[in-house]
């Protein structure tokens, strides 16, 4: 009996969450009104969201799959800030500069360690 659990606890991982009670409590109520278990539909949420992202792990991913991966991470990032109307920072071969939505750019001066320290 001891050799399954086990066998069992290497198949199984917990997941502990701190949740704010707002979202618990409504999340709760959502299970009850689909009479179903919190753990089960947790665990639905967490499978249908890994099958969105596809089947293959960041870890097994080569490098043009991995950046492909952050690019579009860094594109939806960027288009958030810019949705709220904040800047974003870049940099070109002339510097750094703050990009905003309307697509204006605007260089930042940046000092030398010397210069900053006076030298």
Known sequence: MRQS???DAKRLRNIQLKVPADLYKVFRSICLDEDTNMRAKTLELIESYAKKKGDKRFIDMD???RETFFGEAAKKAIAKIHAAGLPTTHG??????????DGHKEYIETYSTQERDGG
């Open 5 to 7: 659990a086990t066998s």
């Open 63 to 65: 490098k043009a799959e």
């Open 92 to 101: 070109d071969e002339q510097g750094i500069y703050q990009l905003y939505p």
